[in-house]
């Protein structure tokens, strides 16, 4: 079992930056890959990023690329969202995740935080 606390989140002004954390606890061992998803009113949850936890690979939505960066902490327990150059639309709220594959459909993930909301005023 895996439990996952986000936090981080607020209201910024577009062109300001947030950095948002995943607290991670339970079964540390058996965490495969951490992403970082979010949904605004009335959409879908869209993928955001991907990071393997053992290893250094990432991935991002075009959305976000050159703008948001995901890394880690293995002393913490963390995964972590810098979110740079933020825009109105990235608005949402924003969930970590753990999975087995590292893919973009939110299905394929086992492990879910509640969700901490980003409000970015234009």
């Known amino acids: 079992q895996v439990q996952l606390v986000e936090s981080g989140g607020g209201l910024v002004q577009a062109g300001g930056s947030l950095r948002l954390s995943c607290a991670i606890s339970?079964?540390?061992?058996?965490?495969?890959?951490m992403a970082w998803f979010r949904q605004a009113p009335e959409k879908e949850r869209e993928f955001v990023a991907v990071l393997r936890w053992n290893e250094r690979h990432t991935f991002y939505s075009d959305s976000v690329k050159g703008r948001f960066t995901i890394s880690r902490d293995y002393a913490e327990n963390s995964v972590y969202l810098q979110m740079d150059k933020l825009k109105a639309e990235d608005t949402g709220i924003y969930y970590c995740?753990?999975?087995?594959?590292?893919?973009?459909?939110?299905?394929?993930?086992?492990?879910w935080g509640q969700g901490t909301q980003v409000t970015v005023s234009s």
């Open positions: 995740a753990e999975g087995r594959w590292a893919v973009s459909l939110p299905g394929s993930y086992d492990y």
């Open positions: 339970g079964d540390i061992y058996s965490i495969v890959n």
